[in-house]
């Protein structure tokens, strides 16, 4: 069965240091684009970092510099290292696979996961 888990969320202090990751079974990741997501209360999901089977990366304005997506097909998981954590990265994350050949919105190969916490508080 196809699965994407996420694990590492947790409370962290503002400036602390979380990993992420994702573990994907079920199917082999280096065809898809993977990336993350996340989600504040009474807010848009919106992407965070992706990384392409050829492992070029894209993060959003708001992390680059503290944030890095990395891949290990040999694991197959996908990484994110959050460092220097604002308050403003509170968000549930989510791990997304995407067939690297879907062009279009609907794509019969778009995998989530469920999820993983991460609050940054004092």
């Known amino acids: 069965q196809v699965q994407l888990v996420e694990s590492g969320g947790g409370l962290v202090q503002p400036g602390g240091s979380l990993r992420l990751s994702c573990a994907a079974s079920g199917f082999t990741l280096n065809s898809y684009v993977m990336s993350w997501y996340r989600q504040a209360p009474g807010e848009e999901r919106e992407l965070v970092a992706s990384?392409?089977?050829?492992?070029?990366?894209n993060y959003r304005d708001s992390v680059k510099g503290r944030f890095t997506i990395s891949r290990d097909n040999a694991k197959n998981t996908v990484y994110l290292q959050m460092n220097s954590l604002k308050p403003e990265d509170t968000a549930l994350y989510y791990c997304?696979?995407?067939?690297?050949?879907?062009?279009?919105?609907?794509?019969?190969?778009?995998?989530w996961g469920q999820g993983t916490q991460v609050t940054v508080s004092s």
């Open positions: 990384v392409t089977s050829a492992s070029d990366t």
């Open positions: 997304n696979a995407r067939w690297y050949y879907c062009s279009g919105y609907v794509c019969s190969r778009d995998y």
